[in-house]
């Protein structure tokens, strides 16, 4: 079994409707992120948290908005989903251990279409 | 403005030879750089990590270089493998543990 697992891989709906992207990770970590790739653009972060009760916005955290319901999971929301939001979207986690040097531990991503 | 440059170009390489690519970054001041992997339908996956007062790291085939000014990182690939043609990311460490990622480069092996 995967070790961060996102669900659902594949999603296709419509303009103004309310989504969820979620996420659960079985590796005990702390840390958890969402981030959506784009062609031509990379990664870029959308909100992370450090702690069940820590949730920060990254650097395009307009649209959307996270909870974390516990240790093991972290689910994004788009409130009224819009085309431009098309994307590849990753959860990824990682440990608090030694602070500033974790690597982080990646889902396989869910592809999300908005017509 | 913050910048992480990858080449947007494919390299394509023969099998058995060294592939090196380029990370450069602008207004960042990285004490972390790490290297990640990522293949067509899947997470990116941790390769290496290199700290700010170190010039190079090795894990099997792998060697990455970091120079802190001349802002840059390189990364080689010796004696490539079909297997590893993938997309390789660069990432900094900056703020509160957090990574920017640059946009990756393609690598294709060819045998």
């Known amino acids: 079994d995967a070790d961060v697992t996102q669900t659902p891989r594949n999603r296709i709906t419509k303009t103004g409707k309310r989504i969820m992207l979620e996420c659960s990770q079985t590796?005990?970590?702390?840390?958890m992120y969402w981030y959506r790739q784009d062609p031509g653009l990379g990664l870029r972060l959308i909100y992370y948290?450090?702690?069940?009760?820590?949730?920060n916005k990254g650097e395009i955290s307009d649209g959307y908005s996270v909870s974390r319901q516990a240790q093991a999971k972290f689910s994004l929301s788009l409130e009224s989903a819009i085309p431009n939001q098309t994307a590849l979207y990753f959860c990824?986690?990682?440990?608090?251990?030694?602070?500033?040097?974790?690597?982080?531990?990646f889902g396989d991503g869910t592809r999300l279409s908005i017509l | 403005s913050q910048k992480i440059e990858q080449n947007s170009e494919a390299l394509n390489i023969q099998e058995g030879k060294t592939a090196t690519l380029t990370c450069n970054y602008t207004?960042?001041?990285?004490?972390?750089l790490q290297w990640y992997r990522q293949d067509p339908g899947r997470g990116p996956v941790f390769l290496l990590l290199?700290?700010?007062?170190?010039k190079e790291k090795r894990k099997e085939r792998l060697k990455v270089t970091f120079d802190t000014t001349l802002k840059q990182s390189l990364f080689h690939i010796t004696a490539s493998q079909p297997a590893d043609s993938a997309t390789y990311l660069c990432?900094?460490?900056?703020?509160?543990?957090?990574?920017?990622f640059g946009k990756g480069n393609q690598v294709v092996v060819i045998p």
């Open positions: 948290s450090f702690d069940v009760k820590d949730i």
């Open positions: 990432a900094l460490l900056y703020g509160n543990n957090r990574l920017a």
């Open positions: 207004n960042y001041s990285p004490a972390y």
């Open positions: 590796k005990g970590h702390d840390r």
């Open positions: 290199i700290r700010e007062n170190e």
């Open positions: 990824a986690t990682s440990d608090r251990t030694g602070l500033f040097n974790q690597p982080q531990h």
